[in-house]
């Protein structure tokens, strides 16, 4: 039936979540799995010393010394039993530690059922019905409680087929001794030495059943919400070599504006270094290798903290947009972002030049272009590689203003239309009537007085 199947499935997703974890983070959860066990065992002796006051107050209801001897002797055991699982869980390696929890649970669950008999045997009368009806039944809670500090679905499990089988096992004994009195008198039931046979079969293990759902939803929500943190934090240390820190929050409350392509207004910011070629031959890979990853670092640094996006490094080329995923609300601030990370990437230059001019190191020097207008953005590629990206002839002029910059002999320059969008400040030369390479239309470039 349908309903049974989705019960099915649903049951079937609780306890196969271990199977989506990655193998670092099953690695990290069987640690975590560790640390509960080791927990829980230590809180067994808080259990422990409940167990003693309560023994404590209940000696004046023992008139037998077998009686005393089974209730201390039991407790007896259970601190055994504490010592030994908490000195496996303490061993660096052990093939017992996972097995042992399960044995644990068996001598817990027996320890209980071995008390309730001998209260029976005590204070019964006879009546077996005592099995059934005795409120030392809450006491089987304790066990499954613990698996609670444990991820382990199968300890929950394996705890509550030990009650129902001491459970029914009580029945059963009620049921085949000629004494029970079996009644449908619900005041009998409650207050008297009678039983209501189909509440007794039910009840009880319903409510336990009940708390095994509970206890077992409990870890899934935990191994859940473990699993969604994982990939979100994976998904953002991804973004964040990508985006600054305040769009990589942004993208990550809307995961969809990735995959959303759209025609949008970008400022697309092109850097090259000049001279690389000659450069790179001076330098051994490995040398190269370090330079390039500290002058990206220094570059990337400067970019974030104008709210720039990394679009792609090409070689000893950046390329930088703003505006990306989503764009600013504010005429002009995108454009206002990038001119600033722009003189802040050459005051950065500078300092980095001053350092490497102390050990000895040649002078570096960049250009860098920026352009404003309509791209397409979006996730492009193949199924097994996409890359978020913008594409257009904005992102084509942004470059060739970059490689301009050679001839007009300027490290900055920024199109016209930027320039409009800043505000038309004065402290920048207008280049008017520039033919850029692979263009027909002449446009007027201006490049930064206070170069640095």
């Not at 942004?250 to 400022?267: A, F, H, M, N, Y």
């Amino acid at each position: 039936m349908p309903m049974f199947r989705s019960i099915r499935n649903a049951i079937q997703s609780v306890y196969c979540i271990r199977d989506q974890f990655p193998k670092y983070m099953s690695e990290l959860l069987f640690e975590e799995e560790a640390m509960g066990a080791l927990f829980a065992v230590r809180f067994r002796y808080v259990i422990g010393f409940a167990l003693i006051a309560s023994a404590i107050a209940n000696v004046s209801n023992i008139e037998t010394i077998w009686g005393h001897l089974v209730n201390f002797i039991a407790i007896a055991v259970y601190f055994t039993n504490t010592f030994i699982h908490l000195h496996i869980l303490k061993k660096k390696e052990s093939k017992w530690k996972t097995k042992y929890d399960y044995i644990s649970l068996l001598v817990d669950n027996v320890l209980i059922t071995m008390t309730i008999l001998n209260w029976y045997w005590i204070k019964g009368d006879g009546n077996p019905n005592f099995l059934v009806k005795t409120p030392l039944m809450i006491f089987y809670l304790l066990p499954l409680s613990l698996c609670l500090f444990q991820y382990r679905f199968s300890l929950v499990v394996f705890s509550f087929v030990c009650f129902l089988i001491s459970y029914y096992g009580f029945i059963a004994v009620a049921l085949h001794d000629p004494d029970a009195i079996v009644s449908l008198d619900w005041h009998s039931y409650v207050l008297g030495d009678e039983i209501i046979l189909l509440d007794a079969l039910v009840s009880k293990p319903v409510i336990y059943l009940i708390l095994v759902f509970a206890i077992s939803y409990a870890i899934f929500r935990s191994l859940r919400m473990l699993l969604k943190f994982a990939a979100s934090e994976t998904q953002k240390t991804t973004l964040s070599r990508y985006f600054s820190p305040d769009l990589v929050s942004e993208i990550v409350s809307d995961p969809e504006v990735l995959g959303k392509g759209k025609r949008q207004k970008v400022t697309v910011l092109f850097s090259d270094i000049r001279g690389f070629t000659q450069f790179s031959e001076l330098l051994d890979p490995e040398e190269l290798s370090i330079f390039l990853t500290e002058f990206r670092r220094r570059m990337v640094r400067v970019i974030f903290q104008n709210k720039g996006s990394l679009d792609k490094f090409i070689g000893d080329a950046v390329m930088v947009t703003f505006g990306t995923p989503m764009p600013s609300e504010i005429f002009g601030e995108d454009s206002l972002n990038a001119v600033n990370a722009a003189k802040l990437m050459l005051e950065e230059l500078k300092n980095w030049n001053e350092e490497r001019k102390t050990l000895g190191q040649v002078e570096i020097k960049i250009g860098i272009g920026i352009h404003s207008g309509e791209v397409f953005c979006g996730s492009i590629g193949s199924e097994e590689r996409m890359e978020y990206t913008v594409i257009g002839d904005t992102v084509n002029t942004a470059s060739r203003i970059e490689s301009a910059c050679k001839t007009i002999g300027s490290p900055l320059l920024i199109s016209e239309a930027v320039w409009n969008e800043i505000g038309k400040p004065n402290d920048w030369v207008k280049n008017e009537g520039i033919l850029l390479p692979g263009r027909e239309q002449k446009i007027n470039l201006y490049s930064y007085q206070n170069e640095v």
